[in-house]
């Protein structure tokens, strides 16, 4: 498996791993549209799970459409410049990403988590259609609260659609995200004892130590790569 395969398998470890993050970050949000619900569907998980399913589904469709944004206008940009060059730039960009998000995974540097802030503006402007779509009475307006829960600021997910700039084309910017996002489902589905479970695995330091190296040492492979490319 060379680097550019496990890429995909990369964002989902991130996403998996950063299950803490998530937990904290979004466990708020699922709470409260799950008491939003009515009496006789909160009462029973399988009423629940079309309702959990859809906004997840909206959640990871805006999670693909940015990464295929962020796709597309890395290709875009790589046209306007010397190909070759262009091509070692990306690379070198998804390998800082892969190595950035294996220091935050292992616990070694946190300024991931200033990324959350870009989005702040978007998030003002989105954030008012969401809340006219509560209380949640449908999977389909499930559906679409959960694509606006989609362009929530988080360091994390911004992170990988930086990274998703450097897929080289729109298609391959929408797997990376739709990985990444795939990779939150154990935590943000259950909400319950297995994502306690998860939680309690991820916060092992062995654990996220083990999952950053690995992950950092596909960026510094990565890196390597471009390195041995450059003329001279």
């Known amino acids: 498996m060379n680097v550019d395969d496990t890429r ?39 009423a629940q799970l079309p309702f959990l399913l859809a906004y997840n589904a909206g959640r990871l469709a805006s999670y693909t459409l940015a990464g295929a944004l962020a796709g597309g206008v890395g290709a875009w940009a790589a046209h ?12 070198a960009v998804a390998g800082a990403c ?14 991931l988590l200033a990324v959350e802030r870009l989005g702040a503006v978007l998030w003002r402007r989105l954030e008012p259609f ?15 609260m959960g694509a606006i829960w989609g362009w929530l600021p988080c360091g994390l997910v911004y992170s990988v659609v930086i990274w998703a700039v450097a897929a080289g084309s729109a298609r391959e910017g929408a797997l990376l995200l ?20 998860l939680a309690g695995l991820v916060r092992r330091p062995a654990v996220r130590i083990a999952a950053g190296l690995a992950v950092l040492g596909f960026g510094l492979l990565q890196l390597a790569r471009v390195a041995a490319a450059l003329p001279g």
């Open 178 to 197: 739709l990985s990444f996002g795939i990779g939150t489902l154990p935590a943000l589905l259950t909400m319950g004892a297995f994502a306690a479970t």
């Open 130 to 144: 969401g809340r006219r779509l509560l209380p949640v009475r449908s999977p389909l307006q499930a559906l679409a």
């Open 80 to 91: 306007l410049t010397v190909v070759h060059q262009a091509q070692l730039v990306l690379q």
């Open 8 to 46: 995909y398998l990369a964002a989902a470890v991130v996403a998996l791993l950063g299950g803490v993050h998530c937990v904290g970050m979004c466990s708020g949000i699922v709470g409260a549209l799950t008491l939003g619900l009515p009496a006789p569907v909160r009462g029973r998980f399988g």
């Open 98 to 111: 892969m190595a950035a998000l294996g220091l935050y995974l292992a616990g070694w540097w946190r300024g």
